[in-house]
């Protein structure tokens, strides 16, 4: 019963800021990540959490996004600072085996100009 539940996204203006959650239930994965997916466009890798408290950031993103996990909720957060219009996007909580990967449903992060 691996579920991921994102939330959080919204209409914000250029330079603006969001705070995404992903609420994990149902299992324990060491890694849980972030990942993007524009409209027509690839999914695209954002940002990742360890239960261990370290980070990882996606190039794209670089300097403007952070990511942070909540080992007690099972939550992982990803802090979006100076949003630009390149960052709309559905942003979507992804973790996984080797036999196989749980996605959420996404939430749609849109910027304006």
């Known amino acids: 019963q691996v579920r991921l539940v994102e939330s959080g996204g919204g209409l914000v203006q250029a330079g603006g800021s969001l705070r995404l959650s992903c609420v994990l239930t149902?299992?324990?994965?060491?890694?849980m990540d972030w990942y993007r997916q524009a409209a027509g466009g690839p999914r695209e890798y954002v940002a990742g959490?360890?239960?261990?408290?370290?980070?990882s950031i996606g190039r794209s993103v670089k300097g403007r996004f952070t990511a942070s996990r909540d080992n007690v909720e099972n939550t992982m957060y990803l802090q979006m600072n100076d949003l630009k219009p390149e960052d709309t996007a559905v942003y979507y909580c992804?973790?996984?085996?080797?036999?196989?990967?749980?996605w959420g449903q996404g939430t749609q992060v849109t910027v304006s100009s």
């Open positions: 959490t360890k239960a261990d408290g370290s980070t």
């Open positions: 149902g299992g324990y994965f060491d890694a």
């Open positions: 992804n973790v996984g085996t080797q036999q196989r990967e749980w």
